[in-house]
Nanobody, 126 residues
């Protein structure tokens, strides 16, 4: 299984970015997929997840601004990020579970994901 993220970069506050995660050796539509982020000196935190039925969940800090989605034909996961804030800065990781439903709560979710990408850096700054 290989997950390859792309789409990160430098953006001004209020701007938008779309992250992509291409999956190889793994079918994204069959399992729970997620986006996580890690700021310097902080623990990795969950941002958004989508299960095999297409149901989504977001951490409170990004609700209404971020949208997780997937393109089954391209076997790719996306994270559309709008109204970006400086506190959104961090390394963003794509992750995959081996179950079709998303397990755990936001405080423990990262422990259930067995596959991780290498990350893509997002910096929100003026």
């Amino acid at each position: 299984v290989q997950l390859v993220e792309s789409g990160g970069g430098l953006v001004q506050p209020g701007g938008s970015l779309r992250l992509s995660c291409a999956a190889y050796g793994y079918t994204v539509s069959n399992y729970c997929m997620g986006w996580f982020r890690q700021a310097p000196g902080k623990e990795r935190e969950g941002v958004a997840v989508i299960d095999s039925a297409g149901s989504t969940s977001y951490v409170d800090s990004v609700k209404g601004r971020f949208t997780i989605s997937q393109d089954n034909a391209k076997n790719t996961l996306y994270l559309q990020m709008n109204s970006l804030k400086p506190e959104d800065t961090g390394m963003y990781y794509c992750a995959a579970d081996v179950y079709g439903y998303c397990r755990g709560s936001w405080s423990s979710r990262r422990d259930y994901f067995g596959y991780w990408g290498q990350g893509t850096q997002v910096t929100v700054s003026s």
